[in-house]
């Protein structure tokens, strides 16, 4: 049984590799060799037909010049020993002249055994031109042409010779077979240039791509998988680039990947544990709640809240890489109050960092409550720890409306979400530009809008601060009763302590 060749291992050679190579440089180099001869071959029959045009030419010229010693000759006759001493220098059969429209013999040979074919040089097709050459080569043995040209040195309309086509063939194959060698050295010598040249700018630095994309699958932390970008500005180069960008996002996805997983696990062996200690703490909670003390009252529905949160994160088992988010069940919720919850718990206070609430009482969104109530405190919880270094700081939170859209805002006036950290903002274990932050926080939030159908972006950042914009889905009536617009209310721990429980 035949085996199954493993991913790891490239495929055998097929039957279409037997006949043409699968190397990106030997097929550069068959090709440019076949151009560069295809090249030189379309030389040929121009050059060969150039050769034998002026190989008529000079025959036409000698002729027309023994043609004028018949003319001082006495009575224009010259003897046959003479004239076929002058056909035999000319190279040449017969010689005739054409003047004021008569056509004259000057010069005669021995009577032709065939009929000629004719050479017109005075007015040649580029077609019949080029095929000239080739019909000489192989037209066969034996053969005489008849040239017509114009004459150089005596007024007349036209020169007429009859020459054999034996040395014209025999010069022409002998001028044929140099420039075949000619070709072939300058074709080899061209070819081989531009082979260099190619394989220099463009074969090399693919093989150098193409090698580190395969070591970075097998290993993408193998040292010998990152390119170092050559600098150019051409497609090769840009290239470079964004495989070393590509890389450099893969390795960071990995890592959150490996990291998540870790987490995912570390969550599952402590969920059980948790979910134990969480239920103590809801019964003491139950106990304490027979308190009479005033200050413990006010606390307690604090605590119920966050223990209720806790218990149902717990034994959902709410880990970011372990578990998907459930799926929000959407209501009106009354943004005011679930805004004091979350400045609360995200350590909002007057005389630090504090909230600045400028919504109506009346304001609901739809949202799920416990996801919001996530989604809020992410976002102030990072508005906080950016200005804390300052003490002090302002969080603005106002509600929009749109058609089908409610857009919460929450703007803070801290200094900003450096660009690098822009790029990566919304990625788990990348977008923190704390050293000691984890990264999941905006990457939570987001998840969490997401879920309800909208989204979390960041809408502005720069020195006066940043500018966080919550888009859910669905506008919500606002609540019954009397309109009390906030203003610019400033919320304090006292304050946010008595809001009565959702």
């Known amino acids: 049984m035949a085996e199954t060749p493993s991913p790891e291992a490239p495929a055998g050679p097929s039957r279409r590799g037997l006949f043409w190579p699968g190397g990106l440089s030997a097929r550069l180099l068959i090709l440019t060799s076949l151009f560069v001869l295809f090249g030189g071959a379309l030389i040929v029959p121009p ?6 045009e002026q190989w008529l030419l000079d025959r036409v010229r000698a002729a027309e010049l023994a043609s004028l010693a018949a003319e001082v000759a006495p009575d224009m006759v010259v003897s046959e020993q003479l004239s076929s001493e002058l056909l035999e220098v000319a190279g040449v059969e017969w010689v005739a002249i054409q003047s004021d429209g008569v056509r004259r013999l000057v010069l005669r040979g021995s009577n032709l055994s065939r009929t000629p074919y004719l050479v017109d040089l005075r007015d040649q097709a580029v077609a019949s031109w080029l095929a000239a ?5 192989f037209g066969g043995e034996g053969r ?4 017509v040209a114009e004459p150089r040195f005596r007024d007349a309309e036209f020169i007429e010779i009859v020459a054999p086509d034996a040395e014209l063939r025999q010069d022409l194959t002998a001028y044929l077979w140099r420039l075949i060698a000619v070709t072939a050295f300058v074709s080899a010598m061209a070819g081989g240039l531009v082979y260099l040249s190619l394989n220099l700018f463009l074969v090399r630095p693919m093989q150098r791509i193409t090698r580190s994309l395969e070591l970075f699958r097998v290993d993408p932390d193998d040292p010998r998988a990152r390119v170092q970008p050559s ?6 180069g840009r290239a470079e680039t964004e495989l070393v960008r590509m890389q450099a996002d893969l390795r960071a996805a990995l890592n959150s990947r490996a990291r998540l997983a870790a987490l995912g696990e570390a969550v599952a062996k402590i969920n059980h544990d948790l979910r134990n200690m969480l239920t103590s703490a809801q019964i003491a909670s139950e106990r304490l709640a027979a308190s009479a003390d005033p200050d413990v009252g006010r606390a307690l529905p604090r605590l119920e809240r966050a223990l209720d949160r806790a218990i149902k994160l717990a034994s959902h088992v709410l880990a970011y ?12 919720v009354p943004l005011a109050e679930a805004a004091e919850i979350a400045a609360e718990e995200a350590r909002l206070v007057p005389e630090g960092v504090r909230l600045d609430l400028q919504v109506d009482d009346r304001a609901q969104i739809l949202a ?3 996801q919001l109530h996530r989604i809020l405190v992410n976002l102030m919880r990072n508005a906080r720890e950016a200005m804390e270094a300052r003490g002090r700081g302002v969080v603005r939170l106002s509600l929009t409306t749109e058609p089908g859209l409610s857009i919460i805002t929450l703007a803070d006036d801290g200094p900003g979400i450096p660009a690098k950290v822009q790029e990566r903002l919304f990625q788990p274990f990348a977008g923190s530009g704390r050293a000691e932050g984890t990264g999941l926080g905006l990457a939570i939030a987001r998840e969490l809008a997401q879920g309800h159908g909208g989204d979390l972006v960041l809408a502005e950042s720069g020195e006066t601060g940043a500018r966080f914009e919550l888009r859910l889905p669905g506008v919500a009536s606002p609540a019954p009763g009397k309109a009390k617009p906030r203003g610019r209310r400033k ?3 006292q304050e946010a302590g008595e809001t009565p429980a959702s």
């Open 133 to 137: 050459p080739f019909q000489t080569l």
């Open 368 to 370: 799920d409550p416990d």
């Open 47 to 52: 050059t060969l037909a150039a050769f034998e």
């Open 321 to 332: 890489g372990k578990t998907q988010e459930a799926p929000p069940e959407a209501r009106p």
């Open 144 to 147: 005489m042409v008849r040239v």
């Open 491 to 493: 919320t304090t721990g």
């Open 231 to 236: 600098g150019r500005r051409d497609e090769i």
